[in-house]
């Protein structure tokens, strides 16, 4: 079993920043990768970023590359999701997730999520 719970969600405004956390804890392997997905108001939760838990390869979805950047601290247990440049359209809650399944930008081969933080950003 694995337990994530994210923070740093909030209010900002277009063009500012927020970094997000995922705190892990209980069984976490440098096999896993971990995710962030979000879901807005009446849309399918979406691929976000991925890291392997080891600080390894990363990938993010086109809509974000450039703007936001995915990091693991493996002594503290966390990931973390810097996002800049924000724009209204990336309004969601934000998820992280883990899994040992190489499909990492498909939600459903994840096993494990956290509670979700709201990210808004107002024009």
């Known amino acids: 079993q694995v337990q994530l719970v994210e923070s740093g969600g909030g209010l900002v405004q277009a063009g500012g920043s927020l970094r997000l956390s995922c705190a892990a804890s209980g069984r976490t392997s440098s096999r896993y990768v971990m995710g962030w997905f979000r879901q807005a108001p009446g849309k399918e939760r979406e691929f976000v970023a991925a890291?392997?838990?080891?600080?390894?390869?990363?990938r993010y979805a086109d809509s974000v590359k450039g703007r936001f950047t995915i990091s693991v601290d493996n002594a503290k247990n966390t990931v973390y999701l810097q996002m800049s440049s924000l724009k209204p359209e990336d309004t969601a809650v934000y998820y992280c997730?883990?899994?040992?399944?190489?499909?990492?930008?498909?939600?459903?081969?994840?096993?494990?999520w956290g509670q979700g933080t709201q990210v808004t950003v107002s024009s």
């Open positions: 997730a883990t899994t040992m399944d190489g499909r990492i930008q498909m939600s459903n081969v994840y096993p494990y």
């Open positions: 890291i392997m838990w080891n600080g390894g390869s990363t």
